[in-house]
C-alpha cells in the first residue's frame, strides 16, 4: 500500500474531530467515575481494615449506593440510544464473535435460575443489563475511533482525580513503607487505568503525531510503574508491542520481533542458572512482601476456590451463578484457608469457570479470541491505528486476565474491552476477497466507515 493510500486511510482521525461523540463520551465516562472510584480507597488501603473479613463480605453484599447511580444512569444512557438514535451502517456481522457474545449473555442471564446466591446474582445481573445496554449501544452507533476516545476521555479524568489525591497525601506517603500509587482505586485498578490511559495516548500520537500525547504517554507510563502493579505493567507491554507490530511494515516486524524473542530467551537461560540475580528483585518491583514464585498468593487462592466447589459436576458445567461465587461464604472460606482476605479468584478464566462454568468460560474465551484476532488482521491489513488499538485493548485483557479478574468485573477497562468485542461482532473489520491495492482504491473515497 503507498503512503498516499494510507493517508487517506488514515484520514478520517484526523478531519473528524466535530463528529466525535463528546457528549456521549463524557456521560459514559462520568457514570463509570461515579461507578468505581472511591475517595476512600486510599485510605482503606493503606490503613489495611481489611484485616477483618467480615468488613469485606458485608461491602460484598451491601454495596454502595455510588456504584449503583453511577450503573443505573449507565444502564439509562444505553437504554435512550438505542431508543431514539438510527444507525447509519448495515450490520456486517462476524458470526463467531456474534455467536460467542450472544451465548454469553443469554447463559449469564439464565444463571439466576441455579444460583447459590440468587438475590446476589440479581443485582449483578442489574449491573450487567446496565453495562450491556450501554456497550450495544456505543457498539452500534459510534467507531473504533471513538471507543479510543472514550478511553483517553475517562481514564485521564480517572487519572487527574488520582493524582490529586496523591499529592494531597503527599506528606503521610514520604518514607511510609510498601507505598504504591493508588488515588481513587486500588493499586492495582490504578495500574490498570495507567495502561489504558497509555495505550490511547499511544494511538492519538500515532494518529496526530502531536507530543503532547507523548507527554501523556510519559505521565501514565510513571504512574503504572509507581502502582507496582506487575500484571498491569506485564500485560500493557504486550499490548503496546502488539500496537507497534500491527503498524510497522511486516520486514521490521519481524526482525524487531525476533530479536526481542532471542534476547528473552537469552535472558531467561542466564536467569534461570542464576547469572542475573538483579533481575528477581526488579521482578518485584520493591514489593518485597509478596512471593513472586506463587504469584503472590495467586496459586493458592485458586487451590482454595477450586476446592470450595469441590467435585460438584453440575456446577463445574453451570457456574455458581452470574458475578455469584464471591459470595461471603466463598470469600470467608478461601480467606481462612490462604490466611489473607481475599474477594476474587485473580484470574478472568477461573472466575468465569466459577460463576458460568464450563460454557459461560468457552464463549467468553472464543469471542475474545476471535475478536483479537480480527481486529489484527484488519489493522494489518488496512493500515489503521483506531484497529490497533483494539488488538491493543483486546490483548491486554487476555493477558491480564491470567492473573488478575478486573477485565470480567463491571468497570471502565472491562467497558473497553467488551464494546471491542461487540463492535467486531457488529461490523466485519475485513473485506474478504480483495486485494490490498484494490481494498486502497475501493476505500479512498467513501472513506473507512470503521475508521
Not at 101 to 109: F, G, N, T
Not at 133 to 140: D, G, K, L, N
Not at 191 to 213: D, M, P, Q, T
Not at 350 to 360: C, F, K
Request: hydrophobic letters at 50%; aromatic letters at 10%.
Amino acid at each position: 500500500m503507498t503512503a498516499l493510500q494510507m493517508n487517506v486511510l488514515d484520514r478520517p482521525l484526523r478531519e473528524s474531530r466535530s463528529s466525535r461523540p463528546w457528549l456521549v463520551v463524557l456521560l459514559i465516562a462520568m457514570c463509570y467515575i461515579i461507578a468505581t472510584t472511591d475517595p476512600g480507597a486510599r485510605t482503606r488501603w493503606f490503613s489495611l481494615d481489611k484485616s477483618e473479613v467480615h468488613r469485606l463480605t458485608d461491602r460484598l453484599e451491601q454495596g454502595r449506593a455510588q456504584r449503583q447511580i453511577g450503573f443505573l444512569a449507565l444502564g439509562a444512557i444505553g437504554t435512550s440510544l438505542l431508543v431514539i438514535r438510527r444507525a447509519d451502517r448495515k450490520l456486517r456481522p462476524t458470526v463467531i464473535v456474534m455467536l460467542a457474545i450472544a451465548i454469553y449473555a443469554a447463559w449469564a442471564s439464565m444463571s439466576i435460575y441455579w444460583s447459590v446466591e440468587r438475590s446476589l446474582t440479581f443485582k449483578r445481573l442489574i449491573v450487567f443489563g446496565c453495562m450491556a445496554s450501554a456497550i450495544v449501544a456505543f457498539a452500534r452507533f459510534y467507531r473504533p475511533r471513538d471507543l479510543a476516545l472514550l478511553a483517553m476521555v475517562g481514564s485521564g479524568i480517572i487519572m487527574i482525580m488520582g493524582l490529586a489525591t496523591e499529592l494531597f497525601h503527599l506528606g503521610s506517603s514520604i518514607g511510609q513503607w510498601g507505598y504504591r500509587f493508588a488515588g481513587t482505586m486500588h493499586p492495582n485498578h490504578a495500574g490498570i487505568n495507567a495502561v489504558i490511559l497509555a495505550l490511547s495516548a499511544f494511538y492519538f500520537w500515532e494518529s496526530e503525531k502531536k507530543k503532547r500525547w507523548l507527554l501523556v504517554l510519559g505521565i501514565a507510563v510513571v504512574v503504572l510503574i509507581l502502582t507496582k502493579s506487575r500484571t498491569s505493567l506485564a500485560a500493557g507491554s504486550v499490548a503496546m508491542a502488539l500496537m507497534c507490530l500491527l503498524r510497522w511494515p511486516i520486514k521490521r516486524t519481524l526482525m524487531v520481533g525476533l530479536s526481542l524473542v532471542a534476547a528473552n530467551a537469552l535472558l531467561f537461560a542466564l536467569f534461570v542458572a542464576g547469572l542475573l540475580p538483579p533481575v528477581w528483585s526488579a521482578l518485584l518491583m520493591g514489593r518485597e512482601d509478596s512471593d513472586i514464585t506463587t504469584l503472590t498468593g495467586r496459586s493458592d487462592i485458586w487451590a482454595a476456590a477450586i476446592s470450595f466447589v469441590g467435585s460438584d459436576t453440575a456446577r463445574w458445567l453451570t457456574g455458581a451463578g452470574y458475578q455469584s461465587f464471591w459470595s461471603a461464604s466463598a470469600a470467608s472460606y478461601v480467606s481462612a484457608r490462604v490466611q489473607f482476605h481475599i474477594s476474587e479468584g485473580h484470574s478472568a478464566y477461573l472466575d468465569s469457570l466459577l460463576t458460568l462454568g464450563v460454557i459461560g468460560l468457552a464463549c467468553y474465551v472464543v469471542a475474545l479470541l476471535a475478536s483479537l484476532a480480527t481486529w489484527s488482521i484488519a489493522a494489518r491489513q488496512r493500515r489503521n491505528a483506531s484497529f490497533a488499538f483494539l488488538a491493543g485493548m483486546l490483548m491486554f485483557a487476555l493477558v491480564h486476565g491470567i492473573s488478575e479478574s478486573s477485565t470480567i468485573d463491571p468497570n471502565f477497562a472491562t467497558f473497553i474491552t467488551f464494546t471491542a468485542m461487540t463492535m467486531c461482532a457488529f461490523y466485519r473489520p475485513i473485506r474478504s476477497g480483495e486485494r490490498p491495492q484494490e481494498r486502497g482504491r475501493s476505500h479512498a473515497g467513501r472513506r473507512e466507515v470503521l475508521a
